[in-house]
Nanobody, 125 residues
Framework: QVQLVESGGGLVQAGGSLRLSCAASGRTFSTYSMAWFRQAPGKEREFVAAISWSGSGTYYADSVKGRFTISRDNAKKTVYLQMSSLKPDDTAVYYC??????????????????WGQGTQVTVSS
């Protein structure tokens, strides 16, 4: 069982930066692939970024590539999402998610077994 708690959301101006954190419980965090998804009002939840359980693989949605960076610290049981050059279109609730080991379907929300409660990110123009 894994519990996920996101933090770091807030209000930022366009062009600014934020770093989201997702703290995980459980003894086997290092065996879980982790991801960030986001959901804007009236839209479906969409993939943002993922990192493999080993940290050797990272994956990004085209819309955030070059602006966002996902990383993990297994000793702290935490995954991060560094967001730069933020745009109003990045406004959404951001969710942390996890599944054990690996899969080629990192972008698919149905792959994930555990979810956090979400943290709001609002980018003003």
């Amino acid at each position: 069982q894994v519990q996920l708690v996101e933090s770091g959301g807030g209000l930022v101006q366009a062009g600014g930066s934020l770093r989201l954190s997702c703290a995980a419980s459980g003894r086997t965090f290092s065996t879980y692939s982790m991801a960030w998804f986001r959901q804007a009002p009236g839209k479906e939840r969409e993939f943002v970024a993922a990192i493999s359980w080993s940290g050797s693989g990272t994956y990004y949605a085209d819309s955030v590539k070059g602006r966002f960076t996902i990383s993990r610290d297994n000793a702290k049981k935490t995954v991060y999402l560094q967001m730069s050059s933020l745009k109003p279109d990045d406004t959404a609730v951001y969710y942390c998610a996890a599944f054990q080991y690996s899969s080629p379907y990192y972008y698919n929300k149905d792959q994930y077994d555990y979810w956090g409660q979400g943290t709001q990110v609002t980018v003003s123009s």
